[in-house]
Nanobody, 117 residues
Framework: VQLQAYGGGLVQAGGSLRLSCAAS????????MGWYRQAPGKQRELVAD???????NYADSVKGRFTISRDNAKKTVYLEMNSLKSEDTAVYYC????????????WGQGTQVTVSS
């Protein structure tokens, strides 16, 4: 499985961005897909993830502002980010988690999101 993320960039506070992540290889409907982020000097943290058919989890800090969705036919996960804040500045990583006896994680290359205040 390979993951390719798109859509990062520079935006002013209060603005919006949409991230996309396309997966290649064999994807199962049971795979969880999501987005994590890592700010300088901080640990990587979960932003949001989504299980088929549409069960979602969000970090408290992004609830009500970010929306995650997935298109299994296109093997793509999206993150719509609204009302962006400077604290959302980070490298965002796409993730696919293959669940089973032991979870196996696949990661995209990361895309920078910078929110200017």
């Amino acid at each position: 499985v390979q993951l390719q993320a798109y859509g990062g960039g520079l935006v002013q506070a209060g603005g919006s961005l949409r991230l996309s992540c396309a997966a290649s290889g064999i994807i199962f409907s049971d795979d969880v897909m999501g987005w994590y982020r890592q700010a300088p000097g901080k640990q990587r943290e979960l932003v949001a993830d989504i299980f088929s058919p549409g069960i979602t989890n969000y970090a408290d800090s992004v609830k009500g502002r970010f929306t995650i969705s997935r298109d299994n036919a296109k093997k793509t996960v999206y993150l719509e980010m609204n009302s962006l804040k400077s604290e959302d500045t980070a490298v965002y990583y796409c993730n696919l988690g293959r669940l089973g006896r032991q979870r196996r994680d696949y990661w995209g290359q990361g895309t920078q999101v910078t929110v200017s205040s």
